[in-house]
């Protein structure tokens, strides 16, 4: 099973940014799918998750501007982000629980990361 992320780049303050991040290989389902990020010299931290069944939550500092969709058919998530900032800034890492076979329970897998940045 493999992460792909993409759609990074770099963009001015109020700009809007589009990520994807398709899920391949031995899929069998897939529970939560989400986004991460990291800024330099700081933790990772969650930005948006959205669940199977279509209920999302967001970090509070990205409510009202991100908005996190998935497309089960196609095994990807994406990641609309409008009205950036500069404390957008950072790597974003697509996530998801999946699980290959029904000999096996579900596991997080990650993409490779996809830099944003957002300039002021």
């Known amino acids: 099973v493999q992460l792909q992320a993409s759609g990074g780049g770099l963009v001015q303050a109020g700009g809007s940014l589009r990520l994807s991040c398709a899920a391949s290989?031995?899929?069998?389902?897939?529970?939560?799918m989400a986004w991460y990020r990291q800024a330099l010299g700081k933790q990772r931290e969650l930005v948006a998750v959205?669940?199977?069944?279509?209920?999302?939550n967001y970090a509070d500092s990205v409510k009202g501007r991100f908005t996190i969709s998935r497309d089960n058919a196609k095994n990807m998530v994406y990641l609309q982000m409008n009205g950036l900032k500069p404390e957008d800034t950072g790597v974003y890492y697509c996530?998801?629980?999946?699980?290959?076979?029904?000999?096996?329970?579900?596991?997080?897998?990650w993409g490779q990361g996809t830099q944003v940045t957002v300039s002021s």
């Open positions: 290989g031995r899929i069998f389902s897939i529970n939560d």
């Open positions: 996530n998801a629980d999946i699980r290959s076979s029904m000999m096996f329970g579900f596991r997080p897998y």
């Open positions: 959205a669940a199977s069944g279509g209920s999302t």
